[in-house]
């Protein structure tokens, strides 16, 4: 899931069914844009350059032909780029049903950019909130029960970030497991340390910089595969399928 240090909040998301990658970032490109053989939704939390490149992006959405959902800030930076009928920009409050994935954006706190968002993602069978590089947003209390799995960023070079602010977001959400993200070693663990004295029932599992973790052990969640790369990702979703 975690695409690594140059993609923070990087994230590559499957389940039996469908696959989502979000703020890549530059992190695919070249002949990783080749190996990319499903990809139904492609969100962009912001335009800043750990999240977003729009050339890669263009080659993304070239080699896959999937939906590609941003804010007001990337959507200027693609439209004209990408085929207009695969370009969805969304603003906060809105919802959308897109490839069947239920997709919500809420205002991201956030500076130096357009508009930015985070999203709340439904499957079929699990629902997923990722925070971008956002400080906390109060609307996030009218999506209690809404995020089975929560990302949260803890900082790393966000000025709005932190484990403060994590924290608010899972109070708000009262997922059921949380991941950290976008944030160093001593944040990812002060955020597990106020978890469990203040959401003790919240499953926290800390992703490792370009290594795997595999979600679907998690409790309340069907099969969800995070990595850390495309070729390991592909390889372990094929051995991982349900029987
Ligand atoms: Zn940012």
């Known amino acids: ?10 994230t590559l998301l499957k389940n039996h069914e469908k696959v989502v990658l979000i703020d890549p970032a530059n992190t695919i490109t070249g002949e990783a844009v080749q190996r990319l053989q499903q990809l139904d939704i492609f969100l962009i939390t912001h335009e800043h350059t750990d999240h977003f ?31 207009s009928d695969k370009l969805v920009k969304m ?5 959308q049903v897109l490839s069947g994935i239920g997709i919500t954006a809420i205002a991201s706190i956030h500076p ?11 499957f079929s069978d699990f629902s997923v909130f990722h925070g971008s590089d956002s400080g906390f947003n109060s609307a996030l ?4 029960g809404k995020a089975t799995l929560a990302m ?42 106020l ?7 919240a499953q926290y ?17 069907g099969f969800v595969t995070v990595l850390a790369c495309v070729t390991t990702f592909f390889l372990l979703a094929r051995d991982r399928r349900r029987e």
């Not at 130096?112 to 439904?122: E, F, G, R, S």
Request: one cysteine or more; aromatic letters at 4%; a negative charge.
């Open 91 to 95: 603003t906060s409050g809105n919802s």
């Open 152 to 193: 949260v960023p803890t900082d790393g070079a966000s000025p709005t970030a932190s484990p403060e602010n994590a924290l608010q977001m899972v109070k708000a959400l009262d997922p059921t497991d949380v991941i950290p993200m976008h944030g160093s070693t001593d944040s990812n663990n002060w955020l597990g340390t």
């Open 141 to 144: 209390n009218g999506y209690k």
């Open 205 to 221: 599992l800390i992703p490792q910089p370009t290594s795997s973790l595999l979600v679907d052990e998690m409790s309340g969640i």
């Open 112 to 122: 130096n950019c357009v508009q930015p968002l985070t999203y709340i993602l439904t």
């Open 195 to 201: 978890l469990a004295q203040q959401m003790p029932n």
């Open 1 to 10: 899931m975690w695409l690594g240090a140059s993609a923070p909040s990087g």
């Open 53 to 83: 490149s729009s050339s890669a992006a263009i080659a993304i959405q070239s080699r896959t032909a999937a939906i590609v959902v941003v804010n007001l800030g990337s959507f200027n930076a693609l439209s004209g780029s990408i085929p």
